[in-house]
């Protein structure tokens, strides 16, 4: 569902630009630019300089437009009118502390793409805290949007024979490309800790306990210096999460709690050793804030693993027993142990789960083994970091390859479906649009009107 999640999605990524970005081409300020309103959509106004903001900030992140930029930003803020207009007449709502969680979550990945808190300030010129409320406006519209759109094609449905018709007459070289995917079986072994090294972590965490409860430390500041989450820079507040959004056993604690002047017994998980504070309980619904230690292998720990094996790889090609006969009990990854160690990618836009991968799909550290082994070929065991965030010993065997081509529907059934329940899909979204200029209210300035737009009903008379 690429180009219709990109169609989807194309307002609500042009709605970050026309926030993340003031400083002029010209050597103004967008606060220094004379305003005007330039369109009206029904009630709502799009001004010039929201315009020339998104089209400085879209030059800066190299976007090319199809046409000129000021026609085509003002035709996308005027789509999206229609969009939240709709969303009211529907009585649309969202809840706000889930798009908060949305904002505090792209917030923390803009700093740690940035550098710093500081950093990211200084390319904003302004305040994190201002750029929050704006993002949280951007959001909350955005995901407004998306369920209007989701309406809009909810019944859409494709059966075969539509597929097959449909395809049946496009030239080969207009069949969708479906790249070179793979299969991969691995297991993966976590190094053996010291127990020292253990008793390490849990006194550092006990030790921040005390400082917390003699109040000579607040936990949010030893978060920041101390914890190895993401949410460290958050001073470890998590924000609202339900139970099952949580592993077990850091649930099982954080729920638990109910005086946010304590702090938690020491948690261990997958992750490492958390201590936990509670900030608030809403409803099915809790906010924390935690600080994550994690042990460390020593080399000699990680080479011992790889060593260990290394000689289990060799019984396999020896043939003494079977790559699949080791996982339940060489394995330590949960999510392949029980599936006969295939891996599984699920698509973040469709939810759709397969076990092939795109090469760039795959983590590195595995796409790096499998691009020059055969099918049916045993890696040698290497490190790599996990989804926890731990560094763990891995073997990998490429199960299958299938190498680029164009789609066929003996093949690549899904992929013609999903290529056609795009197009009908992206087809509804446009017709709906249409249909809704003709019965909005629209005045667009005279300076504006000489633009080839994408939908031409803007203009009535």
């Keep these: 569902m690429s180009k219709l999640n990109s169609v989807m999605n194309r307002f609500i990524v042009f709605l970050f630009s026309m926030i993340a970005g003031t400083t002029m081409s010209f050597g103004q300020s967008a606060s220094n630019v004379i305003d005007e309103v330039i369109w009206v959509v029904g009630d709502d106004a799009i001004l010039k300089s929201e315009v020339e903001e998104a089209r400085v900030e879209a030059q800066m992140q190299g976007e090319r437009f199809n046409g000129d930029p000021y026609c085509v930003i003002s035709e996308q803020l005027a789509v999206q009118k229609l969009f939240l207009h709709q969303a009211s007449i529907d009585s649309i709502t969202v809840s706000d502390a ?3 969680n949305s904002v505090d979550n792209k917030i923390e990945r803009y700093v740690q793409a940035y550098g710093s808190r500081e950093k990211l300030e200084e390319y904003l010129e302004r305040p994190l805290s201002q750029f929050r409320n704006q993002l949280f406006e951007m959001e909350k519209n955005g995901e407004l949007m998306r369920q209007v759109q989701m309406n809009i094609i909810k019944n859409t449905k494709v059966t075969p024979v539509q597929v097959r018709n449909y395809f049946k007459n496009v030239p080969e070289d207009s069949l969708p490309f479906v790249p070179t995917t793979v299969e991969v079986q691995i297991f993966t072994r976590a190094p053996k800790i010291s127990q020292e090294e253990i008793d390490r972590i849990k006194a550092d965490l006990r030790s921040y306990t005390e400082r917390i409860n003699s109040g000579r430390d607040k936990f949010s500041t030893l978060a920041v210096m101390y914890s190895e989450d993401g949410s460290a820079s958050k001073g470890g507040e998590l924000g609202f999460m339900s139970r099952g959004e949580l592993v077990p056993e850091f649930a099982n604690v954080a729920f638990s709690l109910t005086d946010p002047n304590t702090v938690s017994k020491i948690v261990e998980s997958e992750y490492g050793f958390h201590i936990i504070q509670l900030i608030e309980k809403r409803g099915e619904k809790v906010n924390v804030r935690h600080i994550l230690r994690k042990p460390r292998a020593t080399d000699q720990e990680v080479m011992d693993c790889v060593q260990f094996l290394d000689s289990v790889c060799d019984d396999i090609r020896r043939g003494k027993f ?11 990854d949960k999510d392949t142990r029980n599936n006969y160690g295939n891996m599984v990618y699920t698509d973040p836009q469709t939810f759709q789960t397969t076990s092939r991968f795109e090469m760039v799909n795959l983590p590195s550290e595995v796409a790096r083994v499998v ?3 055969q099918i049916g070929e045993i890696s040698k065991p290497f490190a790599m970091i996990n989804s926890q965030g731990k560094e763990v010993v891995a073997v990998v065997k490429l199960k299958n390859r299938i190498n680029g081509h164009r789609a066929s529907m003996k093949e690549d059934y899904q992929i013609l479906q999903e290529t056609m329940l795009e197009k009908l899909n992206e087809q509804k979204i446009n017709d709906w ?3 809704k200029q003709k019965t909005t209210y629209v005045r667009i300035n ?4 000489n633009c080839e737009f994408q939908y031409p009903g803007w203009i009535k008379e």
């Excluded at 079977?322 to 330590?332: I, K, N, R, V």
């Excluded at 005279?446 to 009107?449: H, L, N, Q």
Aim: aromatic content about 16%; proline content about 4%; hydrophobic content about 35%.
């Design 322 to 332: 079977t790559f699949e006969e080791c996982l339940p009990y060489l394995s330590d």
């Design 98 to 100: 889930d798009v908060f």
């Design 446 to 449: 005279s300076d504006w009107r």
């Design 371 to 373: 691009t020059g082994m």
């Design 433 to 435: 649009i249409r249909e």
